[in-house]
């Protein structure tokens, strides 16, 4: 055997090797993985419901709190006790996809918590839209009747209950925002029938 076809033998043996190893790796770390990602979105769902749990209680105190509830194709997150609705939304941000959850009280219209999964903005402009301070101004914000149901502004109107800061140097995070919460929320009030008629709005 010459030394080309011994090199080609050793990548052949080298890449099967690798290979194996690569899917014996993901396969011991993806149920792990999975976990995290589920235990994620529980204490999100928990802090939009504000209800109390520890690392070591969330599934227990998730399951005795949180109805599930498939309307189309979300899945929402109720609590009995208080008729607040949660459940996942999603859009595109300016670099990547931006993945949260927002819970709404029991009138349907009155934005009870805003957390945020997933974003890859930009570090110290668009991705502080993780922030606790940014994303509480949005708390108790009662939908508008019709689109835009909020608006997100540069230069918001003090006036306006219904619009809100923009992230200071993040216009197009802030305008993606306010696309996919209008989005989100008309989504929502279809899959639930909400009536706005009947509260005179």
Do not use: C
Request: hydrophobic share 45%; no cysteine; charged share 20%.
């Amino acid at each position: 055997m010459n030394k080309t076809m011994k090199m080609l033998v050793f990548v052949l043996l080298m890449g099967v090797v690798t290979s194996v190893l690569l899917v014996g790796v993901d396969a011991w770390t993806s149920p792990y993985i999975e976990a995290n990602a589920q235990a994620r979105l529980r204490s999100a769902v928990l802090n939009a419901h504000g209800i109390s749990y520890t690392t070591g209680t969330i599934n227990e105190v998730f399951e005795e709190t949180i109805n599930e509830e498939t309307r189309g194709d979300t899945l929402f997150y109720i609590n009995d006790e208080t008729g607040a609705v949660a459940f996942v939304f999603e859009g595109s941000g300016v670099w990547g996809p931006i993945i949260g959850v927002i819970a709404f009280e029991s009138d349907y219209r009155t934005i009870r918590y805003i957390e945020i999964l997933e974003q890859e903005e930009t570090p110290g402009l668009g991705a502080r839209i993780v922030e606790r301070a940014y994303l509480d101004t949005f708390n108790q914000v009662t939908m508008r009747s019709e689109a835009p149901f909020l608006t997100i502004s540069r230069s918001a109107d003090a006036d306006d209950p219904n619009d809100l800061d923009a992230i200071t140097g993040a216009t197009r995070t802030s305008d993606r925002f306010e696309i996919m919460l209008n989005a989100a929320y008309a989504s929502f009030i279809e899959l639930f029938d909400v009536s706005f008629e009947e509260e005179g709005a």
